[in-house]
């Protein structure tokens, strides 16, 4: 299982930092990606993160605001979020690419290569 928390109402130019945490089974060579579903729009991938080796990739949209990191020890992965616009209104979503080796590969922004999700949550950015 995965459950996202940290989500909130924050005002342009504000942060805030989103955690991924895996109950019940062990992220270890895995592949965790970030998503998010604006209304009326798709789901579109904003970063991943290989586990292996923390190689990342992130959507251009967010690139120089968004950073998305782990911490091994407390089974959990962070997206941090600065900077932001009333743009980036969203559920955001967390999900895993599960591996039973260690790989070296890219980590994808395409969900239909994600294994499971989280139940999301959500981001305002509204003066």
């Known amino acids: 299982e995965l459950v996202e928390s940290g989500g909130g109402l924050v005002q342009p130019g504000g942060s805030l930092r989103l955690s991924c945490a895996a109950f019940?089974?062990?992220?270890?060579?895995?592949?965790i990606g970030w998503f998010r579903r604006a209304p009326g729009k798709g789901r579109e991938g904003v970063s991943c993160i290989n586990l292996n080796d923390n190689k990342v990739q992130s959507a251009d949209s967010v690139k120089g605001r968004f950073t998305i990191s782990t911490h091994g020890a407390e089974n959990t992965v962070y997206l941090q979020m600065n900077n932001l616009t009333p743009e980036d209104t969203a559920i955001y979503y967390c999900?895993?690419?599960?591996?039973?080796?260690?790989?070296?590969?890219?980590?994808?922004?395409?969900?239909?290569?994600?294994?499971?999700w989280g139940q999301g949550t959500q981001v305002t950015v509204s003066s």
């Open positions: 019940r089974f062990t992220l270890d060579n895995d592949i």
């Open positions: 999900a895993v690419y599960l591996w039973d080796t260690a790989h070296s590969h890219a980590c994808p922004l395409a969900e239909e290569f994600y294994d499971f």
